[in-house]
């Protein structure tokens, strides 16, 4: 009788464990297959991305399609736009972020309090409100088809803030005042103290910043207008006006954009995922 | 909610004892301990000063002037002159205003449905004993990592009318497939199926650890008490999750909501499809930076703000009203 039970119980696990395995592997080629197809059609002729029945599998690879990418646009001057913004954007925000966070989190001083409820307001704007006077700032600035245009405004970031100040807030206090006995400043004990604890909450930012900075597109495409001034983005979506029936010459051009991207996700990828689900919100 | 600590609520965090002398205490402490008091506001602003100041002058600043720029008119030349109310009424009457709230509406719901899924993927990759699940977490995940513009051209000419390899699919049971990306309507149904696949990656991670946080012996006790894996999940499994649900719910709206990058490449703005498919933000864009009339694209990105923060507030009242029935 227990004997049979258990078999039947066994039997039950075997089937429900193909069925998470079927249901598994079906959902997961649906989520790659837009990959997989990308890269086959940026190797094949454009006569073979509009042959129909479709062709899997192009026989003779062409690479001659990222070689034309390279010509129709400026892409390398694109790539460094685009690292350049990724960069600047990433470093400000965690200088400037890290120090408000740990201020908000850790210091007493008067209108604290008010500053940051003006900063949490923040959070729940969306950003396109800001977009104009941002646009009327950066041409101010004359700083329109640069690289620091792009990046500057996102430098200050109310989440970066508020994500820092969380971290910073669950750490004890007697780590402070042993520091303090030591005789460090307020600053020492912020830099060589407190900072070195909160590392997963850096990560954490940094891939989010990265991310968002690498992929966006509406606020970049208002601020350069050159072809040699856009990130990979912007450039794509040129690409995309000027050339729209060239699909093999877009797909390698695409490929290549976010190719950058997915080697440092499938690269670091525990930390990417921890990462987003730490934060538990997209920036 | 235990996983998420980072979920912003400014009300309760707020409420935190200021320690030390504050203004207005009606004994006035001793000068030696002001001294260092207003050291220590020294110090608390150098420190909050450079990225407050930025947030004023790049965003606190500009809320300010969009609200402003509401109210005027924008010449062709630059400047800009007083209009009143002139920009709303056109709000209220524009036609394309209606069109893209309804377009953003029918977007954010479409994108919702990959909840539901995502909740499903989550808790077969949770699965204790799952071999594979790193492999499956990186595929699901992918496509929320890569660039929107990028996806959305390859999804562009999958969903090809005439040589799409979703129409070569319909074609195999014996359906002859739309022009997906330029028949209105039809557009906008396609653009909701990459945010949807673009979308799940992300909720998954968020379920996931979610369901990592509810205790196992709960799961032990259901069992134990004869409970089947489908009334587990139900009586189990759910209501421990409706905190981390309704939060992804909710960031899944406001960003459905501002839906763009997808759209842009997806259609591309030549698209004669493009009036009846556009979303807020793209209207909100194309007036701003395309037709240049700042004063009418102010008024719309002011309305974009109100309808997310009813979206959002309806939300918050629904849970409070969920939450009290349980």
Redesign the interface.
């Known amino acids: 009788m227990t004997d049979a039970l258990r078999q039947r119980s066994r039997r039950r696990a075997g089937i429900?464990?193909f069925l998470?395995?079927l249901?598994?592997t079906i959902?997961?080629i649906?989520?790659?297959f837009?990959?997989l197809?990308?890269i086959v059609?940026s190797l094949s002729t454009n006569s073979q991305?509009?042959?129909?029945?479709?062709t899997f599998w192009p026989g003779q690879l062409q690479f001659g399609n990222f070689v034309e990418v390279f010509q129709k646009i400026p892409f390398f001057d694109q790539l460094w736009t685009s690292v350049l913004i990724t960069v600047l954007r990433t470093a400000g925000q965690l200088v400037?972020?890290t120090?408000?966070g740990?201020?908000?989190a850790r210091?007493?001083?008067?209108g604290?309090?008010i500053?940051?409820?003006?900063?949490?307001?923040?959070?729940?704007?969306?950003?396109?409100?800001?977009?104009?006077?941002?646009?009327l700032?950066i041409q101010d600035l004359g700083l329109l088809n640069t690289a620091l245009g792009v990046a500057?405004?996102g430098?200050?970031s109310?989440f970066g803030?508020?994500?820092m100040r969380?971290a910073f807030i669950g750490l004890p206090t007697e780590l402070e005042e042993a520091a303090r006995l030591d005789g460090a400043n307020?600053f020492q004990t912020?830099y060589r103290v407190m900072l070195p604890l909160i590392g997963p909450s850096i990560s954490a930012l940094i891939i989010i910043t990265v991310?968002w900075s690498?992929?966006d597109?509406?606020w970049p495409l208002?601020v350069t207008t050159r072809a040699e001034n856009m990130p990979?983005?912007v450039g794509?979506?040129a690409l995309?006006?000027q050339f729209?029936t060239d699909?093999s010459v877009?797909?390698a051009a695409?490929?290549l954009?976010?190719l950058p991207?997915?080697i440092l996700?499938?690269a670091l990828?525990r930390r990417?995922?921890q990462g987003?689900?730490?934060?538990?919100?997209?920036g | 909610m235990t996983r998420l600590t980072t979920v912003p609520r400014p009300a309760g965090d707020l409420r935190q004892p200021a320690a030390g002398p504050r203004a207005g205490t009606p004994v006035r402490p001793p000068r030696r301990r002001s001294r260092r008091s207003s050291q220590r506001s020294l110090w608390g602003w150098a420190f909050i000063g450079p990225a407050v100041a930025g947030l004023f002058v790049f965003y606190l600043w500009p809320l300010v002037q969009t609200a402003y720029f509401s109210f005027t008119k924008w010449g062709v030349f630059g400047g800009s002159t007083w209009a009143g109310i002139a920009n709303y009424q056109k709000l209220l009457s524009d036609p394309a205003v209606l069109t893209s709230l309804r377009n953003t509406i029918v977007y954010t719901a479409i994108v919702l449905l990959g909840v539901p899924i995502a909740v499903v993927t989550a808790s077969l990759i949770n699965r204790p004993g799952l071999r594979l699940a790193k492999l499956y977490r990186v595929l699901f995940f992918m496509p929320y990592v890569a660039m929107p513009v990028a996806v959305a051209l390859v999804w562009r000419l999958m969903f090809n009318g005439d040589f799409g390899i979703v129409n070569a699919a319909l074609a195999v049971v014996g359906v002859e497939g739309p022009h997906w990306t330029s028949t209105p309507g039809l557009a906008l149904v396609a653009l909701g199926v990459v945010g949807l696949w673009a979308s799940i990656g992300f909720n998954m991670i968020i379920i996931s650890s979610g369901l990592a946080s509810i205790p196992q012996e709960l799961y032990e006790a259901a069992q134990l008490d004869g409970a089947g894996g489908i009334r587990i999940f139900f009586s189990v499994t759910v209501p421990l999750l409706a905190p981390t649900l309704f939060f992804v719910v909710v960031i899944t709206t406001i960003t459905a909501f501002q839906v763009f990058d997808l759209l842009f490449a997806l259609l591309g703005a030549m698209n004669p499809a493009m009036p009846q498919t556009q979303s807020l933000i793209y209207l909100f864009y194309s007036e701003a930076f395309v037709s240049n009339d700042k004063g009418y694209a102010a008024a719309i990105a002011l309305l974009i703000l109100v309808v997310i923060g009813a979206v959002t507030a309806i939300q918050f009242r629904l849970q409070r009203r969920w939450a009290n029935i349980d």
């Open positions: 429900g464990s998470t395995y249901v598994l959902g997961g649906v989520m790659v837009p990959f197809w990308q059609m991305v509009m042959s129909v029945p479709p400037l972020c120090l408000a740990y201020g908000f210091m007493q001083f008067r604290k309090n500053v940051f409820a003006l900063v949490l307001s923040l959070l729940m704007v969306p950003p396109q409100i800001y977009l104009i006077p941002q646009y700032i500057l405004p430098f200050f109310a803030i508020f994500l969380q307020v912020f991310l690498w992929n597109l509406l208002v990979l983005s794509l979506a995309q006006g729209s699909y877009l797909m695409s490929l954009a976010t991207v997915l996700f499938l990828q990417v995922v987003l689900a730490f934060s538990g919100m997209k």
